[in-house]
């Protein structure tokens, strides 16, 4: 592109002087104006504060027989660690828990034997912050992972007129989240002399889950008879607990 100037001189524009041209009426047309506010950036939804449960909302929320199952009824606490307010460990055991929280504990089971046979019970512990239940649970968390994967159990006598056969047990633990509750879950299974019973063996579900104030140790088994898979019991007892802590929330 030529401009032709006054005389015989003849200028050539080159692109790139117009182009800075053009940089510059635009320089000059925005000058004296505000440039226009960044964007805001989108503001995330603050976490909601961990629940704090009352001892009515407890009480309202807890499990009754009916929901349990078919044929089931509440009984007197027949594990030994829940007679001693402790929660229910591996190998028939008991941990007690830290602090000082308000503990509830019951225990149901149905009129069937053999295989048909269920058996579920629960400690509920409500701590005063979610603290000293984070604390707590964490105590149960390594208490679960210390107990050894498999074990020989002496006979011991449970009370006056029954002992419990020895036995041996295997024992693995599993972490995740279920309804919004940090769980921890120990699987066990006790296996006992053929000559004690065509169902010689037991399938144990130990669940511990915390939220808030509130600590849950659960013990859920059935028994069957050897090389049944444990897995359809698994999945019971996580469908029951799940309801349990769906309906604390």
């Not at 239940?133 to 968390?141: G, I, K, T, Y």
């Not at 008879?225 to 007892?237: L, Q, S, T």
Request: glycine content about 6%.
């Amino acid at each position: 592109m030529t401009f032709t100037l006054r005389g015989t001189t003849r200028v050539t524009a080159t692109p790139a002087i117009l182009v800075s041209a053009a940089l510059c009426l635009s320089a000059c047309s925005d000058e004296g104006q505000s440039a226009p506010p960044p964007p805001k950036p989108s503001s995330s939804t603050a976490a909601s504060p961990p629940p704090s449960y009352s001892p009515e909302k407890i009480k309202a929320a807890s499990l009754t027989p009916k929901e349990v199952g078919k044929d089931i009824r509440e009984t007197q606490a027949a594990v030994e660690a829940l007679k001693d307010r402790q929660a229910p460990m591996c190998s028939l055991s008991g941990v007690e828990l830290k602090g000082d929280p308000e503990i509830g504990v019951r225990q149901y089971a149905n009129s069937a034997q053999g295989s048909d046979e269920i058996r579920y019970a629960q400690l509920i512990a409500r701590y005063d912050d979610g603290g000293a239940a984070n604390e707590s649970f964490q105590a149960l968390r390594s208490s679960a992972r210390g107990c050894p994967p498999r074990r020989n159990v002496p006979a011991k006598k449970i009370r006056k007129n029954f002992t419990l056969f020895a036995h041996d047990d295997t024992w693995k633990v599993t972490e995740d989240t279920v309804a919004g509750w940090r769980r921890l879950r120990g699987t066990e299974q006790q296996t006992y002399p053929a000559s004690a019973s065509k169902f010689n063996v037991l399938h144990f579900m130990y669940d511990y889950a915390v939220r808030g104030n509130l600590v849950i140790a659960t013990v859920y088994w059935e028994r069957t008879e050897p090389k049944k898979p444990a897995d359809p019991i698994g999945r019971r007892a996580t469908e029951l607990l799940t309801k349990q802590l769906q309906k604390f929330g």
